[in-house]
């Protein structure tokens, strides 16, 4: 009796396998294999996508840092005019004129310095 019920247990084993859809050995290792690939994929992919992201935001960084400096040496620059002119104002005429032409020369070059630098970065 212990063999055939061993052998029904068996029997049953195999039928409920089937019936519910269970795979092969072979059948789960391809299916396993396909999912490490997928999953590389999908990881390489996410890999290459941080990466691009990451050179974007490092360019969009140094661009706003560009803009940043040149704004304060602009800043600083303007300053520095105003209080040249505030000086002049304390020298007579001819000498007043010239202070203010150096003055706005100045400017000037100081405005050409800090584009040139910023159209460098």
């Not at 029904?8 to 290792?29: H, N, W």
Request: glycine share 4%; with cysteine; charged share 30%.
């Amino acid at each position: 009796m212990k063999p055939t019920r061993t052998l029904l247990t068996a029997m049953f084993a195999v039928v409920t396998a089937v019936a519910c859809g269970s795979e092969t050995r072979q059948e789960t290792a391809q299916d396993v294999s396909a999912a490490r690939t997928e999953a590389a994929q999908e990881l390489g992919e996410a890999r290459r996508g941080a990466a691009e992201e990451t050179m974007e935001a490092r360019d969009d960084a140094a661009e706003v840092a560009s803009k940043g400096a040149y704004d304060v040496a602009i800043a600083k620059t303007e300053g520095e005019y105003k209080i040249a002119i505030e000086r002049c104002e304390a020298l007579m005429a001819d000498a007043q004129d010239r202070c203010k032409e150096a003055a706005q020369a100045q400017l000037e070059s100081a405005k050409q310095a800090a584009e040139t630098l910023r159209d460098r970065m």
